[in-house]
């Protein structure tokens, strides 16, 4: 009986045992039949944040859904590499991708605790499988899925690689992907700089970012760094002294912030930003790892940035002052209340204030107290004193023709207790001394500089503010340049026949422009003047219309549109004379283009913002100087010949057409329209043309220096009247000559002149060979063998009408059409 008992319980074992087994061999197959492959892991490219750098490697900004930085598994310190162990799998290294002994434990704790959340007892290996290949579902089917995962990948890749893959793909909060960037975006720091309580910090956060947040959860997270120092320590990795150095130390982060990382270049990061998109797609650009090296001159942006808003604000403060932007009860906690409004984040060092007391002689205004990193309102409370001599300037706001109203008598007749307004120190280098009341301008501008030889962009400023407005007043305003067009007009004529000395009338003209339409009679800017026969250098110098267009129509709109394209200007003008006085709309990129071909000799460049474009690998795939140097390969230098790298740039104007041009913008600058930039920048050879719409609705002024060309814009955003003496000449202009002055500083390099020019004394008004003693003589530049060799006479001219002197002028065969 005994033993049939036995034999039927062994039986019985047998058939159980053979059951459960069938039973876990088809949970295993169910669980294992739709698995993800583990195969796609050797091909793991995580999303990679795109990084654009300056010139000189400075960081400008960076673009990402994931923000990630991909290290290998030897860069990281091995200080790192131990936080995390003792903090998430201490057994890492010794375990099979399953760790028994955790699962047991896990396993002992969910049942003492049966209503909590359960809790695990994963792997990194076992994490590896859910983050990559599995969902985070709290499913027991999940689980063993993720354990057949995690052993066949301990199977089929190191340690190493593993922890590589951990590492690079665990979200860390606040945007971070990858122990790289999180380093970076927590403390400011590279991996290798990290101490041990910023690196146990990082292995903290893994586990639920939210619930150690360094601000909101202050004392969770530093409870569970301390517990992670104690591990270290336990676990080898950390000498006891050190560690308890470090959990000694408070939680302390220094949040980096997003965004443009160099000041002002918010425009010029955005308009890179668009380019990659429009290249290489959303994907590639938000998670393709890119590094793009850029022009971008941090110095310059830095001076092109004051220089603009310098220039817009002294023109919106000569309209007078439109009044406060707000205003606030002070009796209580106005720092709170100013924090609250939606203020621009770019205007540094302009802040946003309340004024606190009005007195006679001044106000005290009360400032938007500073934001705390975790972006909470600092408590202290600060106030500046703005004196009536830096207010004296608002007065009532009068319409854009007419002058502002009087001056106010005190500040009261300005503001009251409770204004919200807007001051900045006087000197940013000393923002404890004076300060000044500001008002944000109406008008809108923009300003660009380029290298000519190149065509590379240094500096972009699109407006007044990128918080304000992300439209890019530089790049993409398409505007009429006006007068600063006629330049390419002459250009045409010079490289056609035409020299400086030729003569012009300078004479109403009338233009039928067909059928049915009113017969166009364009006027000069002072509009009932005229001033007859005069060369083609007055005509640039002081910006004739009506000889402009009497060249135009003696050329043809043909060659003049031709031109416009040679030049990057227009892709299609309009075959219309009134297109060669600037009616076109263009951006000021491309006509800060077209003045680099005067600066450069003559030869075609192509705008670009972008240097070099690296994949994640480092690998070039992009770059904008696309010659070859074969020779530059050479390992060692052994006597051969110097690389020459040719010059591939298209020659389309003639050299000395070019230097022609140069010179008489230079004339604009000395005696011309533009002479306010000779008085700004005293010594410093300079070229340059205004340009100025009807009614005044857009002024231009785009100029350059033999090594940098920068052009200016400055009008509303809808186009509207900016007052009669709103003209290139004193509103763009000056916005040039003081980025000039301080990009260039002390540097006055002439302009280089091409072989084969000649300079010959000329009467300034009559073109003519001067003759010794005469006034009114300059230096007029001359292709070689057109000098003037006859001081009795000049293109399109005779001495007399009887041949003998006697009689007057006549005109001949000039070409220049019908004499008024």
């Known amino acids: 009986m005994l033993l049939g008992l036995l034999g039927w319980a062994f039986a019985a074992g047998v058939v159980v045992f053979l059951g459960g087994s069938a039973a876990a061999g088809y949970l295993l197959w169910h669980a294992s039949r739709d698995l993800p492959s583990y195969e796609s892991?050797?091909?793991?490219?995580?999303?990679?944040?795109?990084?654009?750098?300056?010139?000189?490697?400075?960081?400008?900004?960076?673009?990402?859904?994931?923000?990630?930085?991909?290290?290998?598994?030897?860069?990281?310190?091995?200080?790192?590499?131990?936080?995390?162990?003792?903090?998430?799998?201490?057994?890492?290294y010794d375990h099979g991708g399953l760790d028994f002994l955790g699962i047991a434990r896990a396993l002992y704790k969910n049942l003492q605790n049966p209503g909590r959340r359960p809790e695990g007892a994963s792997t990194i290996t076992q994490q590896v499988a859910k983050n990559f290949l599995l969902s985070s579902e709290q499913k027991y089917e999940r689980k063993l899925k993720e354990a057949i995962l995690a052993i066949r990948i301990e199977r089929a890749y190191s340690k190493d690689k593993i922890l590589e893959l951990y590492l690079n793909e665990i979200y860390f909060g606040i945007g971070s992907y990858g122990v790289a960037a999180a380093a970076l975006n927590y403390f400011n720091k590279e991996l290798k700089d990290l101490e041990p309580e910023e690196a146990a910090y990082l292995a903290a956060l893994p586990k639920a970012p939210n619930n150690y947040h360094p601000f909101r959860k202050t004392r969770e997270a530093t409870a569970r760094r301390n517990w992670i120092l104690e591990e270290m320590a336990q676990n080898g990795y950390l000498a006891r002294q050190a560690a308890d150095e470090a959990k000694a130390r408070p939680l302390h982060v220094n949040i980096r912030p997003f965004g443009a990382h160099i000041f002002a270049a918010e425009f010029f990061a955005e308009e890179v930003r668009r380019s990659l998109l429009a290249r290489y797609g959303e994907d590639k650009l938000y998670g393709g790892g890119l590094s793009v090296r850029t022009t971008l001159d941090p110095g310059l942006q830095r001076y092109a940035r004051k220089a603009l808003i310098d220039g817009l604000v002294a023109f919106d403060r000569d309209r007078g002052w439109r009044g406060p932007v707000d205003r606030i009860e002070v009796t209580g906690d106005w720092g709170a209340m100013l924090a609250a409004m939606d203020a621009p984040s770019d205007l540094q060092p302009w802040r946003l204030g309340v004024v606190l007391e009005a007195h006679r002689t001044k106000i005290v205004v009360g400032l938007e107290p500073e934001r705390e990193q975790d972006g909470g309102i600092g408590k202290t409370r600060e106030a500046v004193e703005v004196s009536f001599n830096e207010m004296k300037w608002a007065g009532p706001f009068k319409a854009t023709d007419r002058p502002k109203g009087p001056a106010p008598k005190q500040p009261s007749d300005l503001v009251a207790v409770g204004d919200v307004i807007y001051v900045a120190p006087k000197d940013p280098e000393k923002p404890t001394e004076a300060w000044s009341l500001m008002q944000i301008p109406e008008v809108g501008g923009g300003l660009v500089a380029m290298d000519p030889h190149t065509g590379r962009v240094l500096a972009v400023v699109g407006g007044f503010s990128f918080a304000i407005s992300q439209f890019d007043r530089a790049v993409q305003a398409r505007r009429q340049p006006g007068s600063s067009f006629k330049p390419l007009v002459y250009a045409a004529a010079l490289d056609n026949g035409y020299k400086p000395t030729s003569i012009v009338l300078d004479a109403p003209i009338e233009i039928e422009q067909g059928p049915g339409k009113e017969i166009w009679r364009p006027e000069n800017y002072n509009k009932d003047k005229s001033y007859g026969p005069s060369t083609l250098r007055i005509g640039v110098e002081k910006s004739r219309n009506q000889m402009t267009v009497r060249l135009a129509q003696d050329m043809g709109m043909p060659l003049i549109i031709e031109y416009s394209k040679r030049f990057g200007v227009y892709d299609d003008l309009l075959p219309v004379l009134a297109m060669s006085l600037g009616a076109g709309e263009t951006t000021l990129l491309k006509m800060a283009a077209a003045y680099a071909v005067f600066a450069n000799g003559g030869r075609q460049v192509k705008p670009t913002l972008i240097d070099r474009i690296q994949d994640r690998w480092g690998r070039t795939v992009w770059r904008h100087d696309g010659r070859e140097c074969a020779g530059c390969r050479a390992e060692a230098w052994q006597g051969q010949e110097e690389p020459e790298i040719p010059d591939d740039r298209k020659q389309i104007l003639d050299p000395h057409t070019a230097f022609q041009m140069t010179s008489i913008l230079e004339g604009v600058v000395q005696r011309g329209t533009a002479t306010i930039v000779k008085q700004m920048v005293p010594g410093t050879p300079l070229a340059g043309k205004t340009g100025t719409t009807?009614?005044?609705?857009?002024?231009?002024?785009?100029?350059?220096?033999?090594?940098?060309?920068?052009?200016?814009?400055?009008?509303?955003?809808?186009?509207?009247?900016?007052?009669?003496?709103?003209?290139?000449?004193?509103?763009?202009?000056?916005?040039?000559?003081?980025?000039?002055?301080?990009?260039?500083?002390?540097?006055?390099?002439?302009?280089?002149?091409?072989?084969?020019?000649?300079?010959?004394?000329?009467?300034?008004?009559?073109?003519?060979?001067?003759?010794?003693?005469?006034?009114?003589?300059?230096?007029?530049?001359?292709?070689?063998?057109?000098?003037?060799?006859?001081?009795?006479?000049?293109?399109g001219y005779e001495t007399s009408s009887y041949g003998d002197g006697s009689g007057p002028p006549r005109n001949v065969s000039s070409g220049f059409g019908n004499v008024y």
């Not at 859904?65 to 290290?71: A, K, L, S, T």
């Open 694 to 795: 009807n009614e005044s609705k857009d002024t231009w002024f785009v100029g350059y220096s033999p090594d940098l060309v920068v052009g200016v814009y400055v009008g509303f955003d809808t186009p509207k009247p900016m007052g009669k003496s709103a003209t290139g000449g004193q509103v763009s202009a000056p916005v040039f000559a003081n980025f000039m002055k301080i990009a260039l500083g002390d540097k006055k390099v002439p302009f280089r002149s091409p072989p084969g020019i000649r300079t010959v004394p000329v009467n300034r008004f009559t073109g003519l060979r001067a003759a010794p003693g005469e006034k009114d003589v300059i230096w007029e530049v001359f292709k070689p063998f057109e000098e003037p060799d006859d001081p009795n006479s000049f293109l």
């Open 41 to 92: 892991l050797a091909q793991y490219e995580p999303p990679v944040m795109t990084r654009i750098h300056a010139h000189d490697g400075a960081l400008i900004a960076e673009y990402a859904r994931e923000r990630r930085i991909f290290v290998p598994i030897n860069t990281i310190p091995k200080l790192v590499i131990n936080a995390f162990l003792s903090a998430e799998d201490k057994r890492f």
